[in-house]
Structures are given as structure tokens and as C-alpha cells.
């Protein structure tokens, strides 16, 4: 069958089954795709950053940046500070230097406007220029025909420097978290650029302390999505904080064969996993980015490979910068369960490692382009019963919910002209399993998504009756929060 013109494929898919239930002799019908070359930048070095194209070990950025580059979105480097390299200073922003101590600042003061990397070597005469490293993965300048590429090239780095000689303290730290998501700092000038995803390569032992729960709750709260590293120590990622903070996308590290890299922490507080490296294996199985040469002060720019979560964090927040340029409107918890929803499985063992491997390609596809327009439509009560279903009229629609009770199930009416297409999208909140069904005028239900805890349920539907016809939607909880913690996103559109 030939159909003229482009359709959704959501309307294809419908045509296909019913081709196939109309007609015992058709074997199979599926949309015959059309597909296009996938961006190859012209950086000399990309092709050693395996960590973002290699089918097995990498993150599927390529078809990624086909519709998406991070444009429009800051990222916040939460760590040593920033040089600026030839190949990221088209891309950094003015930060803030929070380090408190001047011996730990390494700089000759402490807090000032001047968020370059002064070097965190110090007395070992070494700095790790962390931050720059970091920053390269996220936003280094890309097609430009130098160096290296980023995973959010269109993004801008807001350098935020939290941390010195022999680390940071929790207190600087939590500034910095709040600062950088436009939160207010006493006697620091306010942000004039909030970042909307705060990267954390960083952490140490022991619980979430009050005041790092209390920041990471407050840039929640102003819409930034907060990416933290596991830890490198081969262990339970909740001894280590801010990895066991509420409310973060925790990362665990791969190496180029996509098995947890020997080094990563792991356990039930990871989100996800991204590629970390595996030196081990040579300089070839490392993360490729921007630093700098210099020994106890700055040096010359330079390239080099890296390994550990701190590494795999950037990846993660890279990809949420290029799902936030996508759609400004999504939350931290739609960006969060977006991203564990399409995260691919592991190749090999990686026991603890979250969902899978960040799919860049799959994350940046599943965000709702249509929420941008979409018209917010907030949950009324009562709504658990068809008889009493709140009627959704206009398209694109996103409805804020609450599952208000164990006992609460929530229905949403949408009528459906005869041909007309829905896509409805449940994103839950990051602690909870609710489930999506779709029902039709008797009550039966005909579809029904069963993700699990924090991923979002999907799935589309087309009315083939000759009138219009009144579908449900219903949201059930399965496991997780209620009441005023008990929120989700119900996206819908009908075409």
C-alpha cells in the first residue's frame, strides 16, 4: 500500500495492524522509514572519542545532533574552575569562585568572580584540571575543525569553581548548587544566567548532609536537572554523596565494551551508566576532552584522555542539555525518567548500573516537541471513574497530576474523531511505579504500559470507528509516592 504524502508514524503503524487483521494473506505490514546520513563533525580528534558513536561502548550521539545541539541551555561545571581552552572559550560563560579557604583556593583569595582554574596541584606541583576535562565533554566547540567535539556543543559552560586543593567542602559545594541555579547566595551577585543542568563530577563518603540535600531540593525546585558521579571506588554508590542525594541522575562509568568499568561505584542509588573509560586498556579506551599542561599553575592547552565517573557524568549531562534545547518546558523528573526510559541495555555485565547505557539518539526522540505549545491542564477531583472523567479538549495537552492516595486512580476523557491519532505520554515522579492504560467506552482496557519505577509509560492509539468515539485514559499507581509527592506529567495529543 502506497499513502500519499507524509504521515506520522504513529498513523502508519495503526494503518499496518490493520492491514494485517483485515487481510489473513498479508504476512507483515510495517512503515516503509526514510532515513538520512547522520552528522560527522569535522573535528581532526572526533574519531577517537569512541565514547559517543561506538555501537557497543558509545552513547549514539550522531543521530542525536541531527535534532539537537544543547543551543539556548546552560550547563554549570560544579568543580576545579575552567581554563579557556581554544577549543571551549567560545562556549564559557562568566562564573563564580566559591572556594571559601585561600589555601584551598590556591588563587591567593577566597570567593571572587574569577571561576578559572588557577590549578588544584598545589604542593604536589600536578593539577588535574579537572573541570576543563568536564567542560570539553559537555560543550567543546565542534566543527570547527579543531580538537575535539562535545556532546552539547550548542550550550553554553557556566563555570562555577567549588573546588581546590585536596577537594571542597560541603558547604562551598551547596553555594554553588544554589548560585548556579539561580538561587540567592549572601554576598554573592545574583546569577544573570542560571544554569538549567548542574553537573557534579564530584562526591565523597558518607550520607547526604541537610545542607547538600537542602541545594540540590532548592536548583530542583528552579527547574535545573542535577547530574552527579558515582564515585570511583568499586563500591556502593549509597556511601557516597552526593550520589545517595534525593532528586539526582546518579551515573555509574562503562568502558568501550559497555561492562561496568573495574573502578565504578554501583548499587541501587545509580540512574544510569555513560562511558567513563578504562585506561587500563591504553590511552585508545579513555574519554577524550580538552585540558591543560601545566603542572602547579596553568600551562598550555592540550588533549588528553581521562577515566571514572566524573567522566561519564558529562556524557549524561550533556545529553539532558540537548533534551532541555529540544523542549524547555521539561521538568528534572521528565528529563530523568526520559533519560533511564531510553537508555539501552548493557552489552555485557554492569550489575548496578542503573537502566543502561544513556541512548542520546533515543533520549532526544522521546521528548514531547509538542509541549512547547502545549496547553497545561491541571488534574481536578474527583476523576476515578469513567462517569467522572476529566475531559481533555485541547491538543497538545500536558496535564499536571497527583496521585493522591494508595486508593486514588485518576481517567482522563478524550474523544476521538473516526482516523484521529493519540500519543499520550506518563511521566511519574523519580520514586514512583504508575502505570498507563487506555480504556474504551465499555470500560475495557485496550492498552496498557507497565514500565516500572521512574520510567515513563507510552504508547499510541487510532480510532477506527466511523464516529467519534470517547477514549480513556487512566493512571494507576502501583508502588511509590502519593499526595503532595505523588505528582506526574500526562502528555496527550490527538492528530
Known sequence: MTLDGLRPVSELRAVAQRLMADDPSVLYAEPDR??????????????????????????????????????????????????????????????????????????????????LDPGDGCSSGHSSWHGTHVAGTIAALTNNGV?????????????????????????????????ASGGSVSGVPDNTTPARVLNLSLGGSGACSTTLQSAIDGARSRGSVVVVAAGNSNAPAGGFNPANCRGTITVAATGPGGAKAPYSNYGGVVDVAAPGGNLARGAAAGILSTLNDGGATPGNDIYQSYQGTSMATPHVAGV????????????????????KGTARGFPQACSGCGTGIVNAERAVKAVFVGAAQASDVVEVEP???????QAISSFPARVLGTVGSTTDVDHYRVAMAPGATLTARLIPNASS????ALRNPAGVVRLNSTRGVGLPDQFTWRNLNATTTNFYLRVLRVSGSTGVNGTYTLEVDVQ
Not at 558513536?53 to 558509545?58: A, I, N, Q
Not at 511505579?433 to 498507563?436: E, R
Request: charge should be negative; proline fraction near 4%.
Open 34 to 115: 526514510r532515513v538520512f546520513v547522520a552528522m560527522t563533525p569535522d573535528d581532526p580528534m572526533y574519531s577517537q572519542q569512541w565514547h559517543y558513536f561506538d555501537t557497543v561502548g558509545g552513547i549514539r550521539l550522531p543521530a542525536a545532533w541531527d535534532l539537537a545541539t544543547g543551543a539556548g541551555v546552560v550547563v554549570a561545571v560544579i568543580d576545579t574552575g575552567v581554563r579557556p581552552h581554544a577549543d571551549l572559550a567560545d562556549n564559557l560563560l562568566s562564573g563564580y569562585d566559591f572556594v571559601t579557604s585561600a589555601s584551598m583556593g590556591h588563587d591567593g583569595d577566597g570567593r571572587d568572580a574569577d571561576a
Open 147 to 179: 580538537g575535539v567535539a562535545g556532546v552539547a556543543y550548542g550550550a553554553k559552560i557556566l563555570p562555577v569553581r567549588a573546588l581546590g586543593c585536596g577537594g571542597g567542602y560541603n558547604s562551598d559545594i551547596a553555594d554553588a548548587i544554589a548560585w
Open 320 to 339: 539532558a542539555a540537548l533534551m532541555l534545547s529540544r523542549n524547555a518546558s521539561l521538568t528534572p523528573d521528565e528529563v530523568e525518567a526520559l533519560i
Open 383 to 389: 476523576n476515578q471513574t469513567l462517569a467522572t472523567a
Open 433 to 436: 511505579n504508575y502505570d498507563l
